[in-house]
């Protein structure tokens, strides 16, 4: 059923295509502001490789031309360290296409890594990045962490790395967006924010992530909204499962996120903030809150959260979610390339983008 379901999106998506190219050939601007996350390019990245390798969307200027086509109104990518040649063509070309560029960096890990981030952030600098985003803890917290003391120890970790980083990007003038990765609830990531008292670390604001930490995500986008240097724009459908919940990435307006009202918080605190689509076409990731093993780092969360987050997945919950990994590669792009034009539209018709 999902794969008749996703090959009945390829007739709107070669129209949509079409429509891009011809824009894309005449040089008009972007047909949207939001902007791009690599991270939502998996399977078309990976079908290129295998079928068309001079395609390459690692490749920056491959990613911007493939954005540029697809309508969107920037990138957020990892752009490593460039020369200088490579890097002006970039920053000319999202200029002539009037795109904003946004980077991806890791903070550094200790002392001895410091030139590598200071090489990464003069390289986005030059490329016309304001903003990096970046995460400072592994994985998610309840599948990552096993005891409150280990996950103490990599928020230790996260902090430090953060006070390195800040005189860097300070000499540098670009800000670091850091991601509610699905790691600190509210309160732990305000509290550090608030510590490091810095013009040039705030947040990347992820709208749909906090979701799995049984935290409300307007309530979510309202505290960090005055932090805000960056926001992954996103919609979640969600199941009841046994364990506790499903959830996966969807198309913008096909989940259950109250996506108007949120970028209306946003926009009311940052009116210049940027927002990114991280859309990520896979298949649906399990939330298992009613298991032991979830509660390890997590036992200060009041039952009302808990009993909240079900009641929003019982008021939402979907027949079915796609199951991406069922379908061939080929139509994993489609599918993929599909959400992001609908999430592209929905933006540009719904939101004011």
Same mark, same amino acid.
């Given at each position: ?67 540029? &086509? !697809? ?9 490593? /360290? %460039?020369?200088?040649?490579?890097? *002006? #063509?970039?920053? @000319? ?26 090489? &990464? !952030? ?9 903003? /990096? %985003?970046?995460?400072?803890?592994? *994985? #998610?917290?309840? @599948? ?210």
């Amino acid at each position: 059923m999902h794969r008749r379901e996703a090959l009945k999106t390829l007739a709107a998506a070669a129209a949509a295509l079409n429509a891009s190219a011809l824009r894309a050939a005449q040089n008009e601007p972007p047909a949207t502001r939001l902007g791009v996350v690599v991270y939502c390019l998996g399977h078309r990245t990976q079908a290129w490789r295998e079928q068309q390798p001079s395609r390459d969307l690692s490749d920056p200027l491959a990613l911007l031309e493939h954005c540029h &086509q !697809l309508g969107a109104g920037g990138v957020q990518l990892s752009l490593g /360290v %460039r020369d200088e040649t490579y890097i *002006g #063509r970039l920053r @000319e070309r999202a200029e002539h296409y009037g795109m904003f560029i946004e980077g991806i960096v890791s903070p550094p890990s200790g002392p001895a890594d410091a030139e590598r981030f200071d090489a &990464q !952030l003069a390289t986005a600098q030059r490329a016309g990045a304001d903003v /990096v %985003r970046t995460v400072i803890m592994p *994985g #998610r917290r309840y @599948e990552f962490f096993d005891s409150p003391a280990q996950f103490r120890e990599h928020a230790e970790r996260g902090r430090r790395a953060l006070e390195l980083a800040e005189p860097v990007a300070a000499k540098h003038r670009v800000r670091l967006a850091v991601e509610n990765h699905k790691d600190q609830r509210v309160p732990e990531r305000l509290e550090l924010l608030q510590r490091l008292s810095s013009p040039w670390i705030g947040a990347c604001v992820d709208v749909g992530n906090s979701f799995a930490l049984l935290e409300d995500p307007l309530a979510v986008a309202e505290a960090y909204a005055p932090w805000a240097f960056s926001v992954h724009l996103k919609d979640q459908a969600v199941q009841e499962s046994e364990d506790g919940f499903l959830f996966g990435d969807a198309a913008l307006g096909q989940g259950s996120l109250d996506l108007k009202r949120m970028v209306q918080v946003l926009r009311q605190a940052k009116p210049d903030v940027r927002f990114s689509l991280e859309v990520i076409t896979r298949d649906p990731l399990q939330v298992p809150c009613l298991t032991e093993n979830y509660w390890a780092t997590l036992s200060d969360v009041p039952g009302s959260d808990l009993a909240r987050t079900l009641r929003t997945v019982r008021a939402h919950a979907q027949k079915t979610l796609p199951r991406v990994s069922e379908l061939p590669p080929a139509d994993r792009a489609e599918f993929e390339e599909q959400n992001i034009r609908q999430s592209l539209a929905y933006a540009r018709t719904e939101l004011g983008m």
